[in-house]
């Protein structure tokens, strides 16, 4: 071949990276149900064979393995850094910016999250990502009940209650909202968290 010849392409179908792969997984998984699909279905909606597939994930658990780290990994870390922020940040800043920052998370990852809600514990796998989201829950409700002892939250409501009700709302997301819709992740959280919090601060006196 001379130097100035056109590279030969590759025949076949287009390969597909890791995130493909793993995009098509939860796909599949929401439609269908994790334990009725399997990696000859989700080869075949890729238009590859089985071997491609597990080129990038050594099993279906190792696909849902990493689809709900990618649910719970960006929410932890947005919980986890306000309930430990040493910033002197009143507890009701820090409760409401984590509220809004777990919108943008569910509308980024939409697919996924969607995914997780759906988790009931019926393997290992499952059990470990739902003891991560009562983390999660208890990290949150730590938060709540800090805003409501610096006076800047109702206390006639539980913290626990507080909290199931704001990530309650949150979750209820994935039912309705679509991310290329005409509502922007950035509108959805500052409505959201002005309806919530609106309705969360204590009376005056």
């Known amino acids: 071949m001379t130097a100035d010849a056109p590279a030969r392409r590759p025949r076949g179908r287009p390969g597909h990276d890791r995130a493909a792969v793993l995009r098509a997984a939860i796909d599949l998984f929401i439609r269908r149900g ?3 699909t399997s990696i000859s279905d989700l080869a075949a909606e890729l238009g590859v064979t089985k071997s491609a597939v ?8 190792a696909l849902l393995a990493a689809a709900l780290d ?4 960006e929410l ?3 919980v986890e850094a306000a309930a430990t922020a040493t910033d002197g940040e009143p507890g009701a800043v820090r409760l409401r ?3 809004e920052a777990a919108v943008r998370i569910l509308a980024d990852h939409l697919p996924a999250v969607t995914l997780l809600l759906r988790v009931r514990g019926n393997s290992d796998l499952e059990r ?9 829950d208890d990290r949150l ?6 805003a409501a002892a610096e006076g ?6 539980e913290p626990e209650v507080i909290s199931r009700l704001l990530f309650g709302t949150v979750n209820s997301l994935v039912d309705w909202y679509r991310p290329d819709g005409p509502l922007s992740a950035d509108a959805l959280a500052a409505t959201l968290s002005s309806v919530l919090f609106d309705g969360l601060r204590p009376p005056e006196p």
């Not at 597990?54 to 658990?61: L, M």
């Not at 470990?128 to 999660?136: D, F, G, K, M």
């Not at 409700?141 to 800090?146: E, F, H, M, S, Y």
């Not at 800047?152 to 409501?157: A, G, K, P, Y």
């Open 152 to 157: 800047d939250l109702r206390t006639d409501v």
């Open 76 to 78: 932890g870390a947005a």
């Open 128 to 136: 470990s990502a739902l003891r991560r989201r009562r983390h999660i």
């Open 141 to 146: 409700a730590a938060l709540v009940r800090q």
């Open 70 to 73: 990618e649910a719970l990994s």
């Open 97 to 99: 910016a984590t509220v």
């Open 54 to 61: 597990y080129h990038h994930f050594a099993s279906k658990e």
């Open 34 to 36: 994790y334990d009725a």
